[in-house]
């Protein structure tokens, strides 16, 4: 699996043509503790960096993007059940969605650890 990173702070595990979506340690530690999740439909089909959803703390509310082109094929309902998962293991069991990528060639333009490293830095 490779892992890749946004400039808007989700996270991407890519598995074939298949990629999980998350907020990274960055973003929940910015966000402060994690009340509510709103995630998109099953089925629905999102442009890249359109919203896809949204994530509310006790500090503020945060939009998060689509980091692919893609149709939503899986949302983690836990994650809707106990927001906290968010916080607590963000690159884990704290995932949002699943995504069937569209079109692979987005993944490219996006970060490698490295790169968001230096830019959560």
Known sequence: ???KYTPDHEWLSIDGDIATVGITHHA???LGDVVFVDLPAVGTTLAQKDV????????AAA???MPVT??????NEDLRNDPA????DPLG???FFKVKLSNPAELAE??????YAALAA
Do not use: F, H, P, R
């Not at 996006?110 to 790169?115: F, I, R, V």
């Open 63 to 65: 939009d998060v993007y």
């Open 52 to 59: 896809a959803g949204v994530v509310e703390s006790v500090k």
């Open 93 to 95: 069991a704290g995932w």
């Open 28 to 30: 929940q530690d910015a």
């Open 70 to 75: 893609g149709e939503v094929i899986e949302v």
């Open 110 to 115: 996006l970060l490698d650890e490295t790169a």
């Open 85 to 88: 998962l968010a916080n607590t």
């Open 1 to 3: 699996m490779t892992l």
